[in-house]
Structures are given as structure tokens and as C-alpha cells.
């Protein structure tokens, strides 16, 4: 029997971790297509953040509470339902939601736990591995044999991306800002993690590859990096955009290469995509990455796990950056 009142995050007004607080209020139905969780961990992400700032508004059908990924427990199905049932053990990509003690989720963005996983592991899971597949593998197209750089190397996204491109059989480059994440990086795979801080990381990149330079770049800085990005791409290169933590407005920018060397440059947010897009990102991560995780050769890297009453602690360590890999709740 399902309680009729759940614990979320509530956020009264936008504004600083403090604004967040606990609430108490009904359980989300599970809908047509959907699946109803109860919640026992749920990954902090940087778009929480912004959405907390009242920089990333929900979609229109989404739950306004904060999060995006949860793993926990099937406790109802609903109506044409037929690939989980009542007591599996899932981890998903919300639409919003996570941050609550029950959270209604599509099935298509549902994935069972890797075997061994616990809640906390497969929490950490979704939002970085459908965004890292989604923006790496299937629009920039990265292969066996190429060469991508990734900045934010000791993110969540960072981390992930790492160690899927290295699986997958690419050369990794990547960024960092302290010798901490440098060593964190080349460690997870990264034949060569660049200090943004004390080195040029376009001209490490391109002599690293004899002036070739790399065949992907997955950027989650934007304008400041736009010209630098554009440079150390191979001919027929692509650079992938996934976040503007250093703006959206580039000036005075030479688009020279994008016509030179034929390059593509694209982004995306994975929130707005339809149900039938994410279902397929989906569905390849079952096929193609969760033996890796089964395996070890691929694991999410987990730098904090608080309770979730302490939710304003995890967005302040969030936005400090220090951390390397994921922050998760535990609910």
C-alpha cells in the first residue's frame, strides 16, 4: 500500500542553495507509459543548478521539482507498461522529479540496475551516460581509432566521457584545472590530461598529434573556447556542444575552419528531447555500455554521497567544481 504524502525538495523562489527546502505533498501518478519509482538515490547535477537559479525551466508536462536521475525501487506500472513490473530495480533519466521520495518516470528512460550496482552506483548513472552517448557517440560520431579532446575531464560528464571514448577504442585528451583531476583523468584513461591553468591546451592538443589534431571535441565551456575548439579539430572534425559555462555569446570568432578542414559543429540539451529520442539513446546504452558496466571495464565515478536533507550542501559543492565525478542523494 502506497502512502498518500511524499518528502520532496521544494523551491519556494529562485535564488542560492538556501532557497531549497522539504516539503510534504502528494505522490505522482504514474501516467500511460510511465512507471512510478520510489526514490533511493538521486545524482546531483549541474543542471539542477540552473534550473534552481531559474535558468532551466522544466518542460511544460515535467515535474517542477529539481532532478534528473534517480535509481530505486517499481512500485507501479502504467497503462501499456510491459518491459518493468512492480519490485524491480531500476535507475532512469527523469524529466524532472528526482529529488522527491517517489518520482513517476517514461519507461523508455529506464534501464535495470548493473548487476552488483547498488542504488547509490546506479544513481550516478543516467543523465551523464544518455548525454555523453547522445553527444559524443551518435551526433559527433566518434569511432574506433579516432582522437577526441573533452573538457571538464573531472566532471561527471567529464569522467564518463572519458572512459566510454577509451572503451570504445578512441585516443582522450582532456582538461583540467588542478593536478588532482590530472592525475583522477589519466587514470580513468586519458592518455594526456592538460592544466587549462598553466598550459595552452590547443597547443598541447596539436602536438600531441603531430598538428593533426583531434577528430571530436566535447566542450561544455562555449564562447570562451569557440576559436581554441575550431583549431585543434582534424579535417572533417566535429565539435559537440553541451553547456555554456563560458558563454553562449562568442565575438569576432574565425569561422575559417569550419570551411577549411569541412567541420561540423553541433549541440545539444538532452531535457527537451521527445520520449521517442531518448528511448533509442536508451536502448543503445542497454545494448552497448551496460555489459561494460557488468563488466568494470566502465563505472561511474563518485566523489560525494549526502543524505538528502543536506540537498543545499551537495549544489554548493557543485558549485565550488572541486569535486571529480558525481555528487549523489540518498533518499
Not at 555554456?244 to 569561422?255: D, S
Amino acid at each position: 500500500m502506497l502512502p498518500n504524502q511524499m518528502r520532496y525538495i521544494d523551491l519556494p523562489s529562485f535564488g542560492g542553495p538556501e532557497v531549497m527546502t522539504i516539503a510534504t505533498g502528494p505522490l505522482p501518478v504514474a501516467r500511460a507509459g510511465e512507471i512510478l519509482v520510489k526514490v533511493e538515490a538521486a545524482g546531483v547535477n549541474r543542471p539542477d543548478v540552473q534550473q534552481r537559479k531559474g535558468a532551466y525551466p522544466p518542460p511544460k508536462d515535467a515535474s517542477p521539482i529539481l532532478g534528473l536521475e534517480i535509481a530505486g525501487e517499481v512500485v507501479s506500472v502504467g497503462e501499456g507498461v510491459s518491459e518493468f513490473k512492480v519490485g524491480d530495480k531500476v535507475c532512469a533519466l527523469a524529466n524532472g522529479g528526482a529529488y522527491a521520495e517517489y518520482c513517476a518516470v517514461p519507461a523508455g528512460q529506464a534501464l535495470p540496475w548493473p548487476k552488483e550496482y547498488d542504488a547509490v552506483k546506479a544513481a550516478a548513472l543516467c543523465e551523464t551516460f544518455f548525454t555523453v552517448w547522445a553527444n559524443l557517440f551518435q551526433m559527433a560520431g566518434l569511432t574506433e581509432g579516432e582522437s577526441v579532446l573533452i573538457h571538464g575531464g573531472s566532471s561527471g560528464i567529464g569522467t564518463t566521457a572519458i572512459q566510454l571514448a577509451k572503451a570504445f577504442g578512441a585516443t582522450v585528451y582532456t582538461t583540467v584545472g588542478t593536478e588532482e583531476k590530472r592525475i583522477a583523468c589519466e587514470k580513468l584513461g586519458a592518455k594526456r590530461a592538460i592544466n587549462y591553468k598553466t598550459e595552452d591546451f590547443a597547443e598541447v592538443v596539436k602536438a600531441e598529434t603531430d598538428g593533426a589534431g583531434v577528430d571530436a571535441v566535447l566542450d561544455m565551456i562555449g564562447a570562451d573556447y569557440l576559436e581554441k575548439n575550431l583549431s585543434v579539430l582534424a579535417k572533417d572534425g566535429c565539435l559537440s556542444i553541451i553547456a555554456f559555462l563560458g558563454g553562449n555569446v562568442a565575438e569576432k570568432v574565425n569561422l575559417a575552419p569550419i570551411m577549411v578542414k569541412r567541420l561540423t559543429v553541433t549541440g545539444s540539451t538532452m531535457r527537451p528531447r521527445t520520449a521517442e529520442e531518448k528511448r533509442a539513446i536508451r536502448d543503445d546504452l542497454k545494448s552497448q555500455v551496460w555489459p561494460l558496466l557488468e563488466a568494470g571495464t566502465v563505472a561511474p565515478v563518485i566523489h560525494s554521497v549526502l543524505p538528502f536533507d543536506q540537498v543545499a550542501e551537495a549544489h554548493r559543492l557543485m558549485e565550488t567544481s572541486s569535486h571529480i565525478g558525481k555528487i549523489v542523494l540518498t533518499v
